[in-house]
């Protein structure tokens, strides 16, 4: 059975920092490329940062501010987030995704709510 759990959210002053925490089961994490969206009110989702064994990418509006990490031995990926700002505030939802003999996996957490406010 697949879980993808988000925490670590929460409310945080302009400037504050966060670390999000995505812990998996029932997948090989090691072959899946992790990555973070978000989802503000009324808005879209938009991807935030994805990382392989390869590479991380990230949003330019996060770049500089933000660092997606992964632990394969605890299947898990975290997102540290400084400097945080009023527009950061979303729903943060963690996503597995993989592409393999034309076949593609792709599994969701719950979300974790970021609020940056003073």
């Known amino acids: 059975q697949v879980q993808v759990v988000e925490s670590g959210g929460g409310l945080v002053q302009p400037g504050g920092s966060l670390r999000l925490s995505c812990a998996t089961s029932g997948f090989t994490f090691s072959s899946y490329a992790m990555s973070w969206y978000r989802q503000a009110p009324g808005k879209e989702r938009e991807l935030v940062a994805v990382?392989?064994?390869?590479?991380?990418n990230y949003a330019d509006s996060v770049k500089g501010r933000f660092t997606i990490s992964r632990d394969n031995a605890k299947n898990t990926v975290y997102l540290q987030m400084n400097n945080l700002k009023p527009e950061d505030t979303a729903v943060y939802y963690c996503n597995a995704r993989r592409t393999t003999r034309g076949q593609n996996y792709n599994f969701w957490g719950q979300g974790t709510q970021v609020t940056v406010s003073s």
């Open positions: 990382n392989t064994d390869f590479f991380s």
